[in-house]
């Protein structure tokens, strides 16, 4: 099949790479040019485990193309996948569709022959109606079906996530894209995995309400290990506890500096304003939002807490900065709010990231940006460990409390034992373990 991308940003660029390793004909096209010219050169613009190797080996094997030119790869093409950002509109936080209405346009003017088109990029509830209003009107002779599809890759685990996924779904009810889309992913449903078929506008709310439920699962965990700290639990045996739980389920139950990322973020305020539009307000989104926003700042707190309720002229070394591992994303990362307000309060910063330096230098300023944790320990009053990398669980703390002016680390993943932090002399602070812990 001929498959085209609209849109080589994560989305478009993992899911062409993996159409095209399952063996379909695949062009992902952008409107950047360095994009797609560093692209061509096999030069990848994000980090994402695996994703150079299944590029270099489809386009190297002829199967995947990048491109400009939209309107002579969508002539081509049985399906047409919308893959273009849908960032939270200024002011609103509304979905900003400007880009997918856009692609709509331009698809209509170019599709020749029957053409499935594609929605996966995150649109809210209604948005395929209006795509499909808009090729129609622009070209009332186009044999085309709106299909909403979209994606649940996570970043840092795309590739697998996007192989393997839990399910499919897809919504349309129209029979001839009901029969390509089967063709589409028929690779993936040989390894078992479900195809639901459902309406479409049922489609885009999946896509919406499975987003705001996993970040208002993590904003629960996160006020339970509050808790936790005032009553004197253990929030990472609470999680167990209730996940094991079937109903409940152990994942995205890790307490922690909060959500971020290029997802939870915008998409929860988009539905928070589609429910509000709907005069159905989703009083639980609402309310997660606002504890995940708090939450950022409040965690700085904890680093002061932590340094003796006073950080002016400290120097506090932050250990991550993308929003989670495996990944050099920034956006709405934690480790920004806490740096920011660590700064306001009189903070020297020192930072280390294996990914995210690159990202972290645009969005932050005052940083000292070192090239390992131990460079970054030197001369520190308490290291902060804010993302989870590999390459953190397992410092060597007699090296760093060696380096450091005082021994305090505050662990905002919960990555160390406590009890094995004190024995080596630092005092310790978690996410929902009772009081800091005294070295
Ligand atoms: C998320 C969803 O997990 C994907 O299914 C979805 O496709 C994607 O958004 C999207 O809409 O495109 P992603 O943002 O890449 O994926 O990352 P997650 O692994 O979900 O993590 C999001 C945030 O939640 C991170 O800041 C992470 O640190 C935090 N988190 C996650 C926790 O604090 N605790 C947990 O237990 C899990």
Redesign the pocket.
Known sequence: MRLVMIGAG??GLVSGACFADFGHDVVCVDLVEEKIAALKAGKIPIFEPGLDQIVQSNAAAGRLHFTTDLAGSVADADVVFIAVGTPSRRGDGHADLSYVYGAAREIARSVRGFTVVVTKS?VPVGTGDEVERIIREENPEADIAVVSNP???????AIT?FKRPDRIVIGTEEPRAIQVMRQVYRPLYLNESPLLFCERRTSELI?YA??AF??M??TF??EIADLCEKVGADVQKVAKGIGLDKRIGD??????????????PK?TLALVKTAQDAESPMRLIEATVAVNDNRKRAMARKVIAACGGEVRGKTVAILGLT??PN?DDMRE??AISIIQVLQDKGARVTAYDPEGVEAARGMLSGVEFGGSAYEIAEGADAIVLV?EWDEFRALDLDRLKALMAAPVLVDLRNVYPPQEVVRHGFSYSGVGRAGPAEG
């Open positions: 994560y989305v995150t994606e649940f890759l996570r970043e840092g685990a996530d896509k499975g987003n996993l970040a699962k993590i965990i996160n994942k995205f139950l890790h307490a922690g500096p909060g959500f971020g990322g290029s997802c939870f998409d929003f989670k990944t990362s934690p993302t």
